[in-house]
């Protein structure tokens, strides 16, 4: 079975500042996707950003990006020149081709300070 | 474009009580998926259908019955709600190939379910 981690509960960062998300993930599997749900208030699920195992190349889209290091199985998402509008309940979640089940972290919330 | 709709957003219910929330999807996704998320936490797979007529258990099943009769719709069935029921529920729906993953999946709006 997949199991996902999020060590962090909270973190808090300055607007224009960067952070990082952590995310750890066990597995067996070889192929596999991995990915970034932002969840604000509303409670809509967003998705951020998805990564391919096989895919050496670290996943970027505009100011989120992650560091995939496949050996350390570990999966973490930066936020650059965070914005008050990234306040929310993120969740790293993992994905194999079996039924395209994702697997969700418990989640971490991060708040942003004017 | 309406995407993944739930009904209802907001329910409370008594103990013992049953009810259907509805879910419907205008995409054509084959993949269906209803999700429970608990306060404080990720969610978890209830159940998921791969196609019409075809189901399977998640990780959470136990106090719910789904059904797909149509490629379109995905109710999920709570039958003698009790409060560890209480949670946020999440239908979703994707597209995949026969054996492929990646592909993105889109969830509902969620529906808030009390049991008191």
Not at chain 2, 8 to 16: D, E, V, W
Not at chain 2, 42 to 70: C, F, H, M, Q, W
Request: net charge neutral; proline share 4%; glycine share 8%.
């Amino acid at each position: 079975a997949q199991t996902v981690t999020q060590s962090q509960p909270e973190m808090s960062v300055q607007e224009a500042e960067t952070v990082t998300l952590s995310c750890t993930y066990d597995t067996s599997e070889s192929d596999y996707y991995l990915f970034w749900y932002k969840q604000p208030p509303s409670r809509q699920m967003i998705l951020v950003i998805r990564q391919e195992a096989y895919k050496q190349q670290n996943a970027t889209e505009n100011r989120f990006s992650v560091n995939f290091q496949k050996a350390a199985k570990s999966f973490s998402l930066k936020i650059s020149d965070s914005q008050l509008g990234d306040a929310a309940m993120y969740f790293c979640a993992f994905q194999t081709g079996a039924n395209s089940k994702l697997t969700f972290g418990k989640g971490i919330t991060l708040s942003v300070r004017p | 474009n309406a995407g993944v709709t739930q009904t209802p957003k907001f329910r409370i219910l008594k103990i013992g009580q049953s009810m259907t929330l509805q879910c419907t999807q205008d995409m054509n996704h084959n993949y269906m998926y209803w999700y429970r998320q608990d306060p404080g936490m990720g969610l978890k797979l209830i159940y998921y259908s791969v196609g019409a007529g075809i189901t399977d258990k998640g990780e959470v099943p136990n106090g719910y019955n789904v059904s797909r009769s149509t490629t379109e719709d995905f109710p999920l069935r709570l039958e003698l709600a009790a409060p560890s029921q209480t949670s946020v529920y999440f239908c979703a729906s994707s597209y995949s190939r026969t054996g492929g993953f990646g592909n993105t999946i889109y969830f509902g709006e969620g529906s808030w379910l009390t049991v008191v």
